[in-house]
């Protein structure tokens, strides 16, 4: 994971990459507060890729504020999507239970990730899909590690399996036709 989010970082800092401020900040959160919550209810080495998909991302976050060239123009629809998905954080910090933790760290992740799926779909070249690919193999290394198999330890790793072959898809569709 970590070797993608270099790569990204990278392109971010050249200028070659655009990441979603919006996005990259709430996915740094998301997963986050997913591993507390797993952490909190047994899990263990299996929290590792969730944490470590958040860390990349908070990675990515910093590196976005260095370069004015890597600067994706923000719009109201990215900010209603951040503030849906803090939505969807403080709900979580409302309710303190661990299930509750997961479902709205999805919900919170998904709404961050909007702005960014609508961005690799319209614009792939504003992305690069490394990172993505090393989120999806870290994230596929959980399951080797799940425990307890409850929905605690397995729900934001499946959401994060299916959320990033989606962006994978987005950004390479169009080489891939080439």
């Known amino acids: 994971m970590l070797a993608g989010a270099f790569v990204y970082v990278k392109e971010t800092l050249q200028g070659k990459t655009k990441p979603n401020k919006v996005t990259w900040l709430m996915w740094s959160i998301a997963p986050l507060i997913a591993t507390a919550a797993a952490f909190s209810d047994g899990a263990r080495w299996a929290v590792l890729p969730t944490f470590m998909a958040g860390f990349a991302t908070l990675l990515v976050f910093i590196a976005s504020f260095v370069n004015p060239k890597s600067y994706w123009k923000l719009e109201k629809f990215d900010y209603l999507c951040g503030i849906f998905s803090l939505l969807a954080l403080i709900l979580w910090a409302i309710t303190k239970e661990p299930l509750w933790a997961v479902f709205f760290a ?8 909007i702005p960014t799926i609508i961005k690799s779909w319209k614009y792939p070249e504003t992305e690069s899909g490394q990172i993505y690919i090393a989120d ?10 799940f425990k307890n198999f409850n929905l605690t330890e397995i729900a934001f790793p499946i959401y994060l399996v299916l959320l990033n072959s989606f962006i994978i898809i987005a950004v390479y569709r169009g080489r891939w036709k080439k």
């Open 106 to 113: 999805i919900v919170g992740d998904s709404f961050a990730a």
């Open 136 to 145: 999806l193999l870290n994230i596929l290394t959980s399951f080797f590690a």
